[in-house]
């Protein structure tokens, strides 16, 4: 994560419509949702909850217990 005291501003997405063109953007170019979320942060100021509203949820891995013998 960038230093939060950068010299020069990011740009920042509010617009609904302009983040969401961003989110798809850079889905192609990322290769996890994490990507993505790196990406935003790290170049544009971003309302959070709106780019969460607008990422697919991940379903957590199931965890199996192994079996008794």
């Known amino acids: 994560m960038p230093n939060a005291e950068t010299l020069l501003p990011r740009p920042t997405l509010l617009n609904p419509g302009h983040l969401a063109d961003a989110v798809d953007q850079l889905t192609?170019?990322?290769g996890s949702?994490?990507?993505v979320w790196r990406l935003l942060t790290e170049h544009?100021?971003?309302?959070?909850?709106?780019?969460?509203a607008?990422?697919?949820?991940?379903?957590?891995e199931p965890?199996?217990?192994p079996t008794r013998r």
């Open 28 to 30: 192609h170019h990322a």
């Open 33 to 35: 949702r994490t990507d």
């Open 44 to 52: 544009f100021a971003v309302d959070l909850d709106a780019v969460a």
């Open 54 to 60: 607008l990422l697919p949820c991940s379903a957590p």
């Open 63 to 65: 965890h199996w217990l």
